[in-house]
């Protein structure tokens, strides 16, 4: 494989015509492609009279010794979790929010088989309490915005930007697409799924988990914990119905921020805790023209709406920063 960057694209291109722009572009016989794939995609909107799209390509060629000149794609293999020693062992996630739900899909893909008990609804059913919720302010304080399957960001568009470098970044976007994202997150500058792709994306999700043999339990909430000599040995659970005892060997705590009572009972128990910071935020919003006219000047290429980036990092390690910036028709942006 070889890889090509720093492509410079100065109109509006679908695949094909992509292809045939760059093979032309860099002397590529077309008839040599075996496969190709775009790595890499960004507009470059730095000098306002020369807006363009930048991309990075990987080609698989035959007679690959005719292209020397350009550089071969350097394998990285993905890291692996492995959990040894735990055939036996009786797996709990509680929340099944992204933290819940890739740590059961690791378990799962580690032979384990947890349960994951889920105090809110499963994503479809919470789509629709949500609904509720916007138009007559009927708050199910279990399952809501905040709570239930899919964790506290399914109804936020699903933006996949982080300022992290972990190569673990690169699986989660794989297993997103595995699970029927578009294959685009792979190689966007700034990826996003979408709440209506991502509800889907979480429903297959789950159904491969427990296709493998996991184990969902929704709208119950764990509200205990027990411990013997320092031992987890079950969680205390509670349905609309009943309340009753699952034993667990590990449990994984995937409780979000927002479970205070979770947390206080934890509190009670006596478990070490440590405090994390956290971020306050305020909502600022735009119009978009603006935000599309200071970007992108008056560039005639078929741009997506505009977003932004701003920071301010202060000596003494505070910063202010934009957050989940939102491009539509009235942009927000959370500072
Ligand atoms: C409005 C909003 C928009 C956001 N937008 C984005 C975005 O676009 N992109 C992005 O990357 N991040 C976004 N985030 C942040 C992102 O949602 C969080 O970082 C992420 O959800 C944290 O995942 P988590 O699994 O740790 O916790 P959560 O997502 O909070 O999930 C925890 C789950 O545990 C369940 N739970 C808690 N206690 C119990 C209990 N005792 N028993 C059973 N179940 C329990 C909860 O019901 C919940 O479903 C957004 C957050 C908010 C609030």
Redesign the pocket.
């Known amino acids: 494989m070889i890889r090509i960057t720093n492509i410079k694209i100065y109109e509006d291109l679908d695949n094909n015509n992509l292809i045939n722009v760059v093979t032309k572009k860099f002397k590529i016989d077309k008839n040599d492609i075996i496969e190709w794939h775009i790595v890499k995609k960004s507009i470059d909107a730095r000098k306002k009279d020369n807006v363009h799209y930048n991309y990075s390509i990987d080609l698989k060629l035959k007679n690959e010794s005719k292209y020397n000149k350009f550089d071969k794609v350097k394998k990285i293999s993905l890291p692996s979790i492995k959990i040894n020693n735990l055939n036996s062992k009786k797996v709990v996630v ?7 739900l890739f740590s059961a899909l690791t378990l799962i893909q580690n032979g384990i088989k947890p349960i994951v ?4 609804s499963p994503v479809e059913e919470r789509e629709q309490q949500v609904e509720v919720f916007r138009k007559t302010g009927k708050l199910d304080t ?1 399952s809501n ?9 399914t109804f ?5 930007t ?1 300022g992290i470098h972990s190569p673990f970044c690169k699986k989660v976007l794989e297993e997103f697409v595995n699970f029927g994202a578009p294959e685009e997150i792979l190689y966007l500058a700034k990826p ?1 799924i979408g709440t209506d792709k991502l509800i889907k994306v979480i429903k297959n999700m789950r159904e491969y988990i427990i296709s493998k043999g996991g184990k969902f339990l929704f709208n ?4 205990d914990f027990n411990i013997n000599d320092n031992k987890i040995s079950s969680v205390i659970c509670k349905d609309t119905n009943s309340t009753y005892e699952i034993s667990a060997s590990h449990i994984i705590l ?6 205070r ?2 947390f206080q009972k934890l509190y009670e128990k006596g478990i070490n805790m440590e405090k994390k910071n956290f971020s306050v935020g305020v909502r600022i919003e735009h119009l978009q023209e603006d935000i599309n006219k200071a970007q992108y000047g008056n560039s005639k290429l078929k741009l997506p709406p505009a977003d932004y980036k701003l920071s301010y990092h202060l000596p003494n390690g505070r910063s202010c920063y934009t957050f ?1 910036m939102c491009p539509g028709r009235r942009c927000y942006c959370i500072f």
């Open positions: 509680i929340g099944s929010g992204p933290s819940g008990i889920e105090q809110g279990l915005v905040q709570f239930g399957e899919g964790g506290a960001g936020s568009d699903g933006k996949l982080t996003h119950t909430k764990v509200i995937a409780i979000g921020h927002s479970s009572d979770t989940c």
